[in-house]
């Protein structure tokens, strides 16, 4: 994909954003608010690479994020691996269940792949969620995970964890803009816009979706060893199939496809939600109106709408001069 | 067969309409919940069981009407992604009604003995479970395959434009559709009120049942469901004899194995025949 005028400056606003209210001592709730946007928002970026640049629904992607979890914690506390260790255990499994994943979804397409990662993923969350309660602490979930540690900072400090995640998710936006803008990303494109011209063009597009799928899932683990490190705790709720809906619902809340929707919609779920449960209990209940009125009416969601409205404007300007 | 009333719902929905409602989980916890705040008001199970269906089928045309009808002619997962939106509504609705807890439902009085058969013991209410869905089925396939409505219904779901130039009112077929998917939903929940606790999770977890049955059965094909409803009740019927707690693990294996072998469903060649 091209990054238009509009994807750089709209990044460097979030990159300002991102700076300069850490620097302005809210408070560690807020901290901590944020940072669980980072770490979503590396989810959500993640999720969109197979659902806006590849275009398939993945009702899957919990697993990836709550094998993440599970990685980091059980590496970490049974095996005694340094936090970094088990992040890259994280990573590597949330990319091994996507490759598993990929030889049973990419078998359909449409709806059904939709259905089919739904069923793994369910089929996972029992898993760990009865079966190998020995290894996975069953519904009471690891608790205790523990925090990265890097040149003497403190990251059990709010403060020292959230320029920790926002780091990370700096790095994972480096690739994903360098995976999209490469012929690999144009590929992708291809086969989002039309499949069939793409597959007679001579593309291996399983592989390529396979491909997109993996690194995905590993984006995705990693965002759940970094989520599992920030609650301190692990639990199958990670898992259930809620969680991959939610994460739909925050990039469809942004706008799929955009470079920064993923994360403009991390960003207002969790800052309406934090708003709304304030207000009343009801607040999901709440969040799914406004969710469904975004879908009905705003189609390519915030950052989607924001980069129409400035086309035109740059349109009209231009046209103003000549 | 409770299992196939709530999968029926769902697969005429998307056999007709081409959508996946993941919000049927949750109008079938709406129905029991409906039936069993009925049910404490009058007392009668079979009022319950009417306002139940009642109001999900109106809560559907309305749900229909309102927020699916102007996504039609968007990709398939719009759609779906809107009915998960649907669940968080509903969800809270209920909540905000009924609390969080548990809720009971006495079984019937008129069903509330059992019964003696080839050696084992049935409760009644479980027999006519049982008879009621083979009722609704033959009723349904009925409905569908000769009224002039069941017509109406499945031209509008093959060439809906065409129906449209005919002069005939696609949107109101498509609405009542939708309305009787949820309200055949609703029922179902009405009627599981006596057999299981009604709590909040029902929405969650039944849907995950429905979309199993559903797919092993093939979208959208009603006999199919029929038959993939009696598969997966007879799978964990056996599977609670022989290996308890593995039964939940054993009906995804099943599908997974349906999805890599007959992904159009295990059913999908009796309705070429048909």
Not at chain 1, 118 to 129: E, K, P, R, V
Not at chain 1, 148 to 158: A, E, K, V
Not at chain 1, 161 to 167: E, N, R
Request: hydrophobic share 55%.
């Amino acid at each position: 994909m091209k990054f238009t005028k509009f994807d750089i400056y709209f990044g460097l606003l979030l990159a300002a954003a991102s700076i300069i209210v850490p620097l302005l001592n809210p408070g560690e709730a807020t901290i901590q608010l944020l940072t669980l946007a980072a770490i979503w928002a590396i989810f959500a970026v993640g999720f969109d690479f197979v659902f806006g640049s590849l275009g398939m629904v993945s009702f899957g992607h919990a697993t990836f994020l709550g094998v993440g979890g599970y990685a980091v914690a059980l590496a970490t506390q049974k095996y005694g691996l340094p936090f970094y260790g088990g992040a890259v255990m994280a990573i590597a499994v949330g990319a091994a269940f996507a490759l598993l994943f990929s030889f049973f979804a990419l078998r359909v397409s449409g709806i059904f792949f939709a259905l089919v990662t739904l069923a793994l993923s369910q089929l996972i969350f029992i898993l760990a969620d009865s079966k190998l309660r020995g290894f996975t602490g069953g519904s009471d979930g690891i608790s205790g995970v523990e925090r990265p540690s890097f040149m003497g900072i403190d990251f059990y400090d709010p403060v020292a964890y959230y320029w920790f995640v926002l780091g990370v998710y700096a790095l994972v936006m480096l690739v994903v803009i360098s995976l999209r803008s490469s012929p690999f990303g144009r590929v992708i494109a291809a086969i989002r816009d039309n499949e069939t011209r793409a597959d007679q063009l001579g593309f291996n597009i399983n592989r390529y979706k396979q491909i997109t799928f993996v690194i995905s899932g590993a984006l995705s683990g990693l965002a759940g060893a970094l989520l599992a490190s920030l609650l301190m705790y692990m639990n199958p709720q990670m898992l259930h199939w809620t969680t991959s809906g939610d994460v739909i619902i925050m990039t469809l809340l942004g706008g799929s496809g955009t470079l920064w929707g993923a994360t403009v919609g991390v960003i207002v779920f969790e800052f309406l939600k934090e708003w709304l449960s304030s207000w009343t209990e009801y607040w999901y209940g709440v969040l799914g109106v406004v969710f469904i009125l975004v879908t009905i009416f705003f189609p390519r969601g915030i950052v989607g709408e924001l980069e129409k409205a400035f086309a035109t404007y740059q349109k009209n300007r231009r046209g103003g001069v000549q | 067969m409770l299992l196939f009333l709530l999968a029926a719902g769902l697969t005429l929905i998307f056999g007709m309409l081409g959508v996946i409602n993941f919000a049927h989980g949750a109008i079938y916890m709406l129905g029991a919940y409906v039936s069993f705040e009925t049910g404490r008001r009058t007392g009668s199970f079979l009022m319950g069981a009417l306002v139940a269906t009642l109001v999900t089928a109106v809560v559907g045309a309305v749900v229909e009407k309102l927020t699916l009808r102007p996504l039609y002619d968007r990709p398939h997962f719009y759609q779906l992604i809107l009915t998960f939106g649907l669940i968080l509504v509903l969800g809270d609705a209920v909540r905000f009604f009924w609390g969080p807890g548990y809720q009971e439902v006495p079984i019937p009085q008129l069903w509330s003995g059992t019964v003696d058969m080839l050696g084992s013991t049935i409760p009644i209410y479980r027999l006519f479970v049982i008879g009621f869905g083979a009722f609704i089925s033959i009723g349904l396939y009925l409905l569908l395959e000769k009224s002039t409505f069941g017509m109406l219904v499945r031209a509008a779901s093959s060439d809906a434009e065409m129906v449209r130039i005919l002069g005939l009112p696609v949107g109101t077929v498509r609405m009542a559709v939708f309305a009787i998917g949820c309200g055949l939903s609703g029922l179902a929940g009405a009627i599981a009120a006596p057999l299981f606790p009604i709590e909040l999770g029902m929405a969650t977890n039944t849907i995950i049942d429905c979309f199993i049955v559903v797919i092993l059965g093939g979208l959208g094909n009603i006999r199919g469901a029929i038959a993939a409803s009696m598969l997966i009740g007879m799978v964990r019927a056996l599977g609670y004899v022989y290996m308890p707690g593995w039964v939940d693990i054993m009906t995804f294996v099943l599908l997974i194995g349906t999805l890599l072998t007959r992904p159009q469903g295990l059913f999908h060649r009796a309705t070429r025949t048909a």
